[in-house]
Each structure stands twice: as C-alpha cells, then as structure tokens.
C-alpha cells in the first residue's frame, strides 16, 4: 500500500477562505456608517475622521464625549472597514479639556467612588485607543489643553501647527499631572526631563517647541493640517491593515519587555504576518513588478 503524499501548500494565488459567519457575528463589524452623537464622524477610504465639533468653547470634552469616544475606539477593534482614524478639533482649536462648568465644577463635592468612577472613565478612552488596530493621527491646531493635550498622546501620530499651544496643566486646577497615563505615556514621546518639565509647570508650549522635542511629527500650515493628517491616514489605510495593528501592539506592549522578550515576542508576530494574504499579494506584486494592493487580511 502506497504512503499518503503529504499536503502540498496552496499556490501563492490561491483565494483566501471566507471568515464563518458565526465568527464573524461576533468578531467584526462594520462600522462606517456610525451616528455619531457627541461629535462628528465621518468615513470614506477606510480613513474615519473624528471632529470635536463645539468650537464657540474650543471644543471642550464633557462626561457623554468621554463615554462615547471610549465606546467607538472599543468597537473600533472589530471594525474591518476603518483602518485609520484622524482626530481633529472644529474652528481652529483642537480640544480645551474637560468643560470647566459641564465637568469640572461637578466633580467638585462628588463621592470618592464617583470620582473613581469618572477618573477610570477617561482612562479606558486612553486604554482603548492604545487597544484599537487602527493608527490614530491627531490633527491639532490652536488650544490642544488638558484632556485635549491627553487625546493628542495617545494617538499614534501628531501633525501641529506652528501656532498650536499645548499644555498638560492639570496642575494649574491643583491636580497631579499622572492624569490618563501621562506619566507613563508623555515620557517614552519627548523625554523624562521635556515631560517632567511640561507636566510640572503645565505651561502652554507652542508648536515649533513641540516638534523639537518630539511631540509632534511635523508642523504644516493651520489651513493644511486636517488635509496632511487625512492624505497620511489614506496612506496608512492602504497599507497591510493587520500588519500595521500588529505593529501598534508591539509597541505599547514591549515598553514593559526585557529585549529578549522583545525580541521573542516580535519573532513570533512576524510569523503571524507572514500567514497573511497581504503578504503572499505582496510578494506576488513584486515578483510581477506592479504594485500591491493590500486588503488587511
């Protein structure tokens, strides 16, 4: 009796298997045509663009805002049809903070529970930013203060304006600048010594400053930003979506790895894109000299 041969690997153009709708009822969904309610969504491209949209108070945060920006970036995780998101602040501002009368003054006299209960609720939108696959690109222009200083960290990237004043000043409200991951967060983008000196003095530092120090990634003109941040976003959203989460996991997950977990942990995240079909359509473009064109699985 003859040996069974062994399974011979798919041809490198070979069609993917369709995702079983049972795993796909749970694992994705579409999330393009969103309502938005406490700001402005929109998405065309696979590139969502998230607009702050109360300009006459420079675009303030209030406790809806929070909740809703921390439940889209969670849902985002399962959204196959966003694969970047822009972030920007309406009317020439990007975000003041938290409303001073709809936020600050009524935390004034609240509970401790209820004040942990609010403090944890802006930690999760930071949580879940970091969380969802998607690059996130702020846009930031005018005031980007406070918690709009926090929403501008914890995106991935930051185009500026040369007339941008950012300041984390919680201090100035009698705070501690550890607000949202700050402490954590600030230091690994401009520097232990940059980052305790914003934090501490929680003074407005224009743009050109920011981006020597690294906050930003580039200043362009005020009436260019949005289409900078969205043109950089397009790009991204062509790019290997899966690969480009893959890349944001590990890098908020090695800030707590030795180098050689690193290093283990990257050889094994590479070998799971590898099993992707962007990277067989990747190699087949080369081979045929054209290029590829990727689909995010």
């Known amino acids: 009796m003859t040996e069974p041969s062994p399974t011979a690997p798919p041809p490198m153009n070979a069609a993917p ?6 795993l796909a009822a749970g694992n994705r969904r579409p999330m393009a045509g969103y309502a938005a309610r406490h700001f402005e969504w929109q998405c065309a491209g696979g590139v969502a663009t998230i607009t702050l949209a109360r300009p006459e108070r420079k675009n303030p945060l209030t406790f809806d805002s929070y909740a809703e920006l921390r439940d889209l970036f969670g849902a985002l995780r399962h959204a196959p049809d966003v694969r970047a998101v822009v972030l920007v602040g309406a009317g020439g501002n990007f975000c003041s903070g938290g409303d001073v009368h709809e936020i600050i003054g009524p935390l004034i006299g609240l509970p401790a529970p209820e004040l942990l209960m609010f403090t944890r609720m802006t930690g999760d939108l930071v949580k879940a930013m970091r969380a969802c696959p998607q690059p996130i690109v702020a846009a930031v222009d005018g005031v980007c203060a406070g918690a709009g200083a926090i929403l501008a960290m914890a995106s991935d990237l930051r ?100 180098i050689e977990q690193a290093i283990e942990a990257e050889a094994q995240a590479q070998a799971i894109c590898m099993m992707t079909q962007d990277y067989r359509r990747a190699y087949e473009a080369f081979s045929a000299k054209r290029r590829p064109v990727f689909q995010g699985d």
Request: charged residues 20%; glycine residues 10%.
């Open 159 to 258: 185009f500026g304006t040369a007339r941008s004043k950012t300041a984390f000043l919680f201090n100035r409200v009698g705070l501690a600048g550890c607000d949202m991951g700050a402490c954590a967060m600030l230091p690994r983008i401009i520097g232990q010594g940059r980052a305790s000196e914003w934090l501490y003095s929680g003074r407005s530092v224009p743009g050109d400053e920011a981006e020597r120090a690294g906050f930003f990634n580039r200043l362009v003109a005020p009436e260019s930003v949005l289409v900078e941040a969205q043109a950089f976003a397009r790009e991204l959203a062509e790019g290997p979506a899966f690969a480009h989460g893959m890349t944001k996991t590990m890098l908020h997950q090695e800030w707590a790895m030795t």
């Open 17 to 22: 298997k369709s995702l079983d709708p049972a």
